[in-house]
Structures are given as structure tokens and as C-alpha cells.
């Protein structure tokens, strides 16, 4: 909503404007009155006018006086003006001073509200122009990251007259002509456990800490967050400017060797070439696929095309031995060969993700292959989150197999000898069946609670107590029949359904072929 002001000498002119028209419609709010130059002023010193619809011959100062004073007091004010002469001299200098428009008495009621809307949407224009203004000056660093990460992403297509017509639309200034050059920085893993909130409050920690290092070069970077544990640096490079490789890649082994101890992370930092914007695209994902790459060493700063270490393929190992280790209960020495294999091959082998994709299926395959002996649902025994975890993350780096590795074959070994105290196992089925003998229990469903196979488990239920787990849960039920049959007065129909039995008939018939009788003779009986 906006304020009005009219100021005229005539009291009868200002009753007549006031109304003239429906200034709510409008969008006035409040109508303020003056009937010279000195009251309008005292109304602007206790009011926000947006709007003066003022007289221009008035006594002692005129209207193009008080416009003169509201111009230089309160410049946002938009000023319309009424005369009863059509003097192009007046209009003039109205127009000179800074009036809206101007209006010949009388009025009629149209034109003053055309000359309102007029009023209104420029102010209106105006004031969403001053919002921009300072939404641009508070969130320009966020717009600033936005266009990199749309040139990044191809939001932005990579050629430079897309380049310049965005910075033009997003009043960006660069140099078209600018080059840059990418620094991945990527986290191979934290020391610490850290909630999310915990990670964005080190990330953002380790991007100030990185742009602090690199601004060393007196060059201006942008920090951008590219995934998660994932940054990415881009250095703008003037064209007159001499780029010293060693010098770079010198002030990140300082950053990465202060991000252990103040960060509680591993991390790697990939160094692009110096390219033109629209070959940055390009560029960042040849250094994300280097990181990719990259999974037996960290803490360290790699340059793009830098030769490998080893130019030697790694070769899988023979996993037959392993195999063997496992079959006999020897889970400790396989750890121990498994991570003797990987030290051996990161020393002497050039390692990459198809080789932990490969190694990572085919020790799983070893494992499954035990299990599967001793009668255990693998997929059932690793459905766990933390299973699930660690093997999603198993290709990522030697340290992450080897932790992955350690995990299953403990997790294995535990099982295994649990499960090989059979007496320890059938204890464990007699109570689920107990504590669910009123659940319309499959032989499946139960076995998938020990991540069992159902013949397995049938097996060693009848070594342990002679039945298998259908007669055992019959038995339960039909004990617990009995007990509610002699103590309660629940009607048979009750019992039958209390037990897991919901079909009367049926249940009468397993009660009188097990028990003897049928449940009315056996209460009646007791």
C-alpha cells in the first residue's frame, strides 16, 4: 500500500480530489492534506509520502518550490502536479525539476487515476529493481558460484559466446579470454564419525582453508562444492600471467598435510591444466576420473598427465588358497594374507578401480561359497547397514577393501561358530517359535530369522531335540492349548485363534489326533 499527499491553497480543490476516486481500489492507503508549502513539509517530516499530487501556484513558495525541496529531501517521492493554466513554461520546468506528470483542473476522475497508476507501478518498478540491488550485493558470492557450477555442469554450454551471454545476463564481469585452471580436491575419508551437519561444517572449513592457500598465488579463486566430499578450486589466470606448476602443486602438499589434524580427514588433490572457460567442462571431469582411479594412494597432490608410478597392470590374485583358509577356520591368517597381497601389489602394481571392482566379486564369491557350506543365507547375514556400508564403499581404496574384508570375514567366523554350537542355535529357534506360536510362521520365515537354509536348519533341530521346526511349533501350540483349555474359561473358538489356528474344524481335528480327545472333552476332563 502507498501514502498520498495533496497540497493546495483551495480547501475546496483538496476536498474535491480527496473525492474524486476510490483510493483504496488504487492501492492508497492513507491521504494526507496541505494547504501550502509549510504544512506539506511538516507532513513529510512525521510520514513516508510516496506520492505528492501538489498545486503548482500556491502563496509564498510554490509547487515548484516544494518539489525543489522534496527533490533534494526525500528523492523517492513521485510529485504530480495541478494547474488551471496551460502554461507550457510551467510544465517545463515541472518536467526539469523531476514531476511525474501534470494535470489540468478540474480534474476528471479517469485521468487523475490513470496518473495514480502511472505513480504506483513506477514506484512499484522501483522498488522491486532496489530488492534486486540488494539481493544481488548480499547474495552475489552464491550467484558468483552458481555460474561456475553451471559452466561445470554444462548448465552453461561449453563455448564462449554462452559463456559471455551468461555473465552478461548475470551481470558477471570476467574477461572473456580469461584461462583457468581446476584443482579437484576430494575426501578419501574421515577419521572421525561425524553426523552430516558434522561434514558440511569441515567441508566449509576446508574450502576456506584451501582458498586461503591458494590466494598465496595472488590469484582470485572460486570454491565450489561439486558432490559430496568433493571440491572443487578454480584459479583465474590474467593472460600476462607467468604459471609456476611446482609452485602450485607445492602450496597444496602444505594444505593437505594440515587437513589430518585439523580436518580429521585423507584427502587427494588433482591439479588440471590452465585452459580457456569453455574447456573447463572437460577439464574436471579428467580430474574426476583420475580420483576415480586413484584407490591406493592419499594425502598426496597429483598433476594431470603425470606418468603412473607403476606402469605395471595389478594381477588378481589366486583365491583358491583363501578359500581353503576359510573352509578350516583360519579367518585371522586370511586377513593377514589379504592385506600381505594388497601392500605387495600397491608397491609393485598399478591399481585401479576395475581391479577392486574385480577383487572386491571375487573374494565375495569365497565367502558365499563357505557359507553356502555351512547352510547359511548369506545374503541374509550382510543385510545389515553396516554390511551394506562397507560394501558399497569396498572399490573406493585399498583401505576401504581391506576394512571391508576384515568386516565380513569376522562377521562370517562369528556366525559360523555360533552356528556350529547347534545346541546354542536350537535354543534360539525354540524361543523365537515360542515367542511367535501365534503367527502363521512358514519354514522360511523362521530359517530367515538365523540366516539359515530351512533344510539346514531342520537338520540340526532334529539332532537337537528330534523334531523339526513345523512339529516343534505345533507342539507349542498345542502345549499352550492345553494350559488355556485347564485354567481359563476362554471358549474353544478363542483358543483356537489365541494359538494361530483360525479355522475351528481344523484345529479340533489336530487337537483330538495328537491329544486324544477333542479341546470341549479334554476341559471338561481337567
Given at each position: 500500500?502507498?501514502?498520498?499527499?495533496?497540497v493546495?491553497?483551495?480547501?475546496?480543490?483538496?476536498?474535491?480530489?480527496?473525492?474524486?476516486?476510490?483510493?483504496?481500489?488504487?492501492?492508497?492507503?492513507?491521504?494526507?492534506?496541505?494547504?501550502?508549502?509549510?504544512?506539506?513539509k511538516?507532513?513529510?517530516?512525521?510520514?513516508?509520502?510516496?506520492?505528492?499530487?501538489?498545486?503548482?501556484?500556491?502563496?509564498?513558495?510554490?509547487?515548484?518550490?516544494?518539489?525543489?525541496?522534496?527533490?533534494?529531501?526525500?528523492?523517492?517521492?513521485?510529485?504530480?502536479?495541478?494547474?488551471?493554466?496551460?502554461?507550457f513554461?510551467?510544465a517545463?520546468?515541472a518536467i526539469?525539476?523531476?514531476?511525474?506528470?501534470y494535470?489540468?483542473?478540474?480534474?476528471?476522475?479517469?485521468?487523475?487515476?490513470?496518473?495514480?497508476?502511472?505513480?504506483?507501478?513506477?514506484?512499484?518498478?522501483?522498488?522491486?529493481?532496489?530488492?534486486?540491488?540488494?539481493?544481488?550485493?548480499?547474495h552475489?558470492?552464491?550467484?558468483?558460484?552458481?555460474?561456475?557450477?553451471?559452466i561445470?555442469?554444462?548448465?552453461?554450454?561449453?563455448?564462449?559466446?554462452?559463456?559471455?551471454?551468461?555473465?552478461?545476463?548475470?551481470?558477471?564481469?570476467y574477461?572473456?579470454?580469461?584461462?583457468?585452471?581446476?584443482?579437484?580436491?576430494?575426501?578419501?575419508?574421515?577419521?572421525?564419525?561425524?553426523?552430516?551437519?558434522?561434514?558440511?561444517?569441515?567441508?566449509?572449513?576446508?574450502?576456506?582453508?584451501?582458498?586461503?592457500?591458494?590466494?598465496?598465488?595472488?590469484?582470485?579463486?572460486?570454491?565450489?562444492?561439486?558432490?559430496?566430499?568433493?571440491?572443487?578450486?578454480?584459479?583465474?589466470?590474467?593472460?600476462?600471467?607467468?604459471?609456476?606448476?611446482?609452485?602450485?602443486?607445492?602450496?597444496?602438499?602444505?594444505?593437505?598435510?594440515?587437513?589430518?589434524?585439523?580436518?580429521?580427514?585423507?584427502?587427494?588433490?588433482?591439479?588440471?591444466?590452465?585452459?580457456?572457460?569453455?574447456?573447463?567442462?572437460?577439464?574436471?571431469?579428467?580430474?574426476?576420473?583420475?580420483?576415480?582411479?586413484?584407490?591406493?594412494?592419499?594425502?598426496?597432490?597429483?598433476?594431470?598427465?603425470?606418468?603412473?608410478?607403476?606402469?605395471?597392470?595389478?594381477?588378481?590374485?589366486?583365491?583358491?588358497?583363501?578359500?581353503?583358509?576359510?573352509?578350516?577356520?583360519?579367518?585371522?591368517?586370511?586377513?593377514?594374507?589379504?592385506?600381505?597381497?594388497?601392500?605387495?601389489?600397491?608397491?609393485?602394481?598399478?591399481?585401479?578401480?576395475?581391479?577392486?571392482?574385480q577383487?572386491?566379486?571375487?573374494?565375495?564369491?569365497?565367502?558365499?561359497?563357505?557359507?553356502?557350506?555351512?547352510?547359511?543365507?548369506?545374503?541374509?547375514?550382510?543385510?545389515?547397514?553396516?554390511?551394506?556400508?562397507?560394501?558399497?564403499?569396498?572399490?573406493?581404496?585399498?583401505?576401504d577393501?581391506?576394512?571391508?574384508?576384515?568386516?565380513?570375514?569376522?562377521?562370517?567366523?562369528?556366525?559360523?561358530?555360533?552356528?556350529?554350537?547347534?545346541?546354542?542355535?536350537?535354543?534360539?529357534?525354540?524361543?523365537?517359535?515360542?515367542?511367535?506360536?501365534?503367527?502363521?510362521?512358514?519354514?522360511?520365515?523362521?530359517?530367515?530369522?538365523?540366516?539359515?537354509?530351512?533344510?539346514?536348519?531342520?537338520?540340526?533341530?532334529?539332532k537337537?531335540?528330534?523334531?523339526?521346526?513345523?512339529?516343534?511349533?505345533?507342539?507349542?501350540?498345542?502345549?499352550?492349548?492345553?494350559?488355556?483349555?485347564?485354567?481359563?474359561?476362554?471358549?474353544?473358538?478363542?483358543?483356537?485363534t489365541?494359538?494361530?489356528m483360525?479355522?475351528?474344524?481344523?484345529?479340533?481335528?489336530?487337537?483330538?489326533?495328537?491329544?486324544?480327545?477333542n479341546?470341549?472333552?479334554?476341559r471338561?476332563?481337567?
Amino acid at each position: 500500500m502507498y501514502n498520498l499527499l495533496i497540497v493546495d491553497d483551495e480547501p475546496l480543490a483538496v476536498r474535491g480530489v480527496k473525492s474524486a476516486v476510490n483510493w483504496d481500489e488504487l492501492g492508497i492507503s492513507d491521504v494526507f492534506t496541505a494547504y501550502n508549502a509549510e504544512q506539506a513539509k511538516n507532513v513529510f517530516g512525521s510520514h513516508f509520502i510516496d506520492i505528492m499530487l501538489c498545486d503548482i501556484e500556491m502563496p509564498e513558495d510554490s509547487g515548484l518550490d516544494l518539489l525543489s525541496w522534496v527533490r533534494e529531501h526525500y528523492p523517492k517521492t513521485e510529485t504530480i502536479f495541478l494547474t488551471c493554466h496551460a502554461d507550457f513554461s510551467f510544465a517545463r520546468q515541472a518536467i526539469q525539476l523531476g514531476s511525474l506528470d501534470y494535470l489540468l483542473k478540474p480534474l476528471p476522475p479517469e485521468d487523475l487515476e490513470n496518473v495514480m497508476n502511472k505513480a504506483i507501478g513506477k514506484i512499484r518498478k522501483e522498488r522491486e529493481l532496489a530488492q534486486y540491488g540488494r539481493s544481488w550485493v548480499q547474495h552475489h558470492p552464491l550467484f558468483i558460484e552458481r555460474f561456475w557450477l553451471d559452466i561445470v555442469n554444462l548448465v552453461i554450454p561449453a563455448n564462449l559466446s554462452a559463456i559471455q551471454k551468461a555473465m552478461e545476463e548475470r551481470k558477471i564481469s570476467y574477461p572473456i579470454e580469461m584461462s583457468v585452471l581446476p584443482v579437484l580436491i576430494h575426501v578419501q575419508r574421515w577419521h572421525k564419525s561425524l553426523t552430516l551437519r558434522d561434514e558440511k561444517i569441515l567441508e566449509y572449513g576446508l574450502k576456506k582453508a584451501a582458498a586461503e592457500t591458494l590466494q598465496n598465488l595472488q590469484l582470485d579463486v572460486q570454491m565450489l562444492s561439486l558432490d559430496r566430499n568433493e571440491l572443487l578450486a578454480v584459479l583465474m589466470i590474467p593472460n600476462d600471467y607467468s604459471l609456476n606448476i611446482n609452485e602450485i602443486k607445492n602450496n597444496l602438499r602444505t594444505y593437505v598435510s594440515s587437513c589430518y589434524p585439523y580436518f580429521y580427514c585423507d584427502l587427494a588433490c588433482y591439479v588440471g591444466d590452465r585452459v580457456l572457460m569453455e574447456r573447463l567442462p572437460e577439464m574436471v571431469r579428467q580430474l574426476l576420473t583420475m580420483q576415480k582411479n586413484n584407490v591406493a594412494y592419499y594425502n598426496e597432490v597429483f598433476l594431470r598427465g603425470e606418468q603412473p608410478r607403476i606402469s605395471t597392470p595389478a594381477a588378481m590374485p589366486d583365491m583358491k588358497l583363501w578359500l581353503v583358509m576359510l573352509v578350516k577356520g583360519a579367518y585371522e591368517q586370511v586377513i593377514l594374507e589379504v592385506q600381505q597381497f594388497m601392500n605387495k601389489t600397491v608397491q609393485h602394481s598399478e591399481i585401479d578401480v576395475s581391479f577392486m571392482h574385480q577383487f572386491h566379486h571375487d573374494f565375495m564369491q569365497i565367502v558365499y561359497f563357505v557359507l553356502r557350506e555351512k547352510g547359511i543365507q548369506a545374503h541374509k547375514l550382510f543385510q545389515d547397514s553396516r554390511s551394506i556400508e562397507l560394501s558399497a564403499g569396498a572399490g573406493r581404496s585399498v583401505v576401504d577393501m581391506l576394512n571391508w574384508i576384515h568386516h565380513i570375514v569376522m562377521k562370517t567366523m562369528d556366525y559360523i561358530q555360533d552356528v556350529e554350537q547347534s545346541h546354542s542355535v536350537a535354543d534360539k529357534v525354540r524361543t523365537f517359535i515360542t515367542k511367535h506360536f501365534d503367527q502363521d510362521l512358514s519354514r522360511e520365515q523362521i530359517a530367515n530369522q538365523f540366516y539359515l537354509h530351512p533344510d539346514y536348519l531342520d537338520r540340526l533341530l532334529k539332532k537337537e531335540i528330534g523334531v523339526s521346526m513345523k512339529e516343534y511349533m505345533l507342539q507349542e501350540r498345542l502345549r499352550i492349548s492345553q494350559e488355556l483349555l485347564s485354567k481359563t474359561d476362554m471358549p474353544v473358538t478363542e483358543v483356537a485363534t489365541y494359538v494361530g489356528m483360525n479355522n475351528l474344524s481344523y484345529f479340533t481335528k489336530v487337537f483330538r489326533k495328537y491329544i486324544g480327545l477333542n479341546p470341549s472333552d479334554f476341559r471338561k476332563r481337567g
